[in-house]
């Protein structure tokens, strides 16, 4: 392995974890200790880590440094990100693949495709055309045959990675929503809850939900005639989908529902507010689980959130895509297509803890 690489091996580590342990390295990258402690010396001193005792530590002047080292050296890779916004959700997946595109020596062009597929196919053939070495993609629709994006990516001769999307055709990381939903509805019946309703914005994440939601049910032996409510994402907060909310939380009522999950946070903080203004309180009342974590602390009664690991797929997937530019994964002409899952993560507040957990 050369020494850059294994200078960007370090570096991932440490942006990962923040400490670095040589004998653990050791047996993970399969380096022997002394050049792992070499090259730890080397990138003290270029102000990239500190050394302690056994191995080394981010510092506060990493970034600077890093910045340095990056500048002294022409990218190894350029990569297109396309991305259907960079609002609501994604900046936490660009952030992610800008800290692995830093540690790997590649550089990034984004784009973003405004949720309409002639612009994600506008913006692909601009990054084409640029000459990138490999690109990462979250399609704003399905990448399946017959479709311009698909028949555009399939021949191209650069690696393609899909990031909170998945095909048959292509490599890919995504969050595993479908276990973020088991983990809501394990931790909703497990409070007592016996009646657990599901309210999704149509999106991409919204089938892995409500596959999740059904199985579960029946896995759980839980009541089968809750609400389940698919809905267009037409305007803010308390806008207009306050009327269909509403509806919903009516049906609730009368089926005796006593829980909710509820994609994404915003609509969730609706649903709060609605429950109180009929007279329910949560969570004494109605419990509710918000799936995206992006603004459910804010809320007025802070609210259990299922986390997708955001940051980890934006920087699994420019890690994938440089390891096959590298030739790191698969061997011949046909390597396998990896398709990597990373597991959400439950936060408990307040919107669903019982009386006993207060």
């Not at 509820?262 to 109605?286: C, N, R």
């Not at 602390?297 to 997937?317: F, N, Q």
């Amino acid at each position: 392995m050369l020494s850059g690489e294994r200078h960007a091996k370090i570096l991932r580590e440490l942006e990962l974890r923040g400490t670095l342990t040589v004998n653990e390295f050791a047996a993970k990258t399969g380096l022997s200790t002394m050049t792992i402690r070499r090259d730890l010396t080397q990138l003290a001193g270029q102000g990239l880590l500190r050394r302690v005792h056994g191995g080394a530590v981010r510092n506060a002047s990493e970034r600077s440094g890093e910045a340095e080292y990056r500048r002294s050296r022409q990218p190894l890779a350029t990569l297109g990100l396309i991305v259907p916004t960079t609002g609501y959700y994604f900046p936490e997946i660009i952030r992610g693949a800008e800290a692995a595109a830093r540690t790997l020596n590649a550089r990034l062009i984004l784009g973003v495709s405004n949720y309409s597929v002639e612009d994600e196919y506008r913006q692909l053939q601009r990054v084409v055309a640029n000459s990138v070495d490999g690109i990462l993609l979250a399609s704003a629709g399905p990448v399946e045959p017959g479709s311009p994006t698909f028949e555009l990516l399939a021949g191209l001769k650069i690696p393609v990675v899909l990031v909170e999307r998945s095909s048959r055709a292509f490599e890919s990381v995504m969050s595993d929503h479908s276990y973020g939903a088991e983990l809501a509805m394990e931790h909703l019946a497990a409070q007592g809850h016996r009646r657990i309703a599901l309210a999704v914005a149509k999106s991409p994440t919204a089938p892995w939900l409500k596959e999740s939601h059904a199985r579960m049910v029946a896995k759980l032996g839980l009541e089968s005639d809750a609400p389940v409510m698919e809905y267009d994402r037409l305007g803010p907060v308390g806008g207009n989908n306050q009327a269909e909310f509403s509806r919903f939380l009516k049906d609730c009522r009368r089926t005796g529902t006593t829980a909710a999950l509820v994609l994404p946070d915003e609509e969730a903080i609706t649903l709060i507010h609605l429950a109180e203004e009929s007279g329910m309180e949560v969570p004494q009342d109605f419990a509710i689980v918000a799936y995206d974590d992006e603004v459910a602390e804010l809320a007025a009664v802070p609210l259990t959130s299922i986390a997708p690991p955001k940051r980890d797929v934006g920087h699994a997937a420019v890690t994938m895509c440089m390891e096959r530019l590298a030739g790191k994964q698969g061997a011949g002409l046909s390597p396998a297509l990896r398709r990597v899952n990373l597991a959400p993560k439950l936060i408990v507040r307040e919107s669903s803890r019982t009386a006993e957990e207060e």
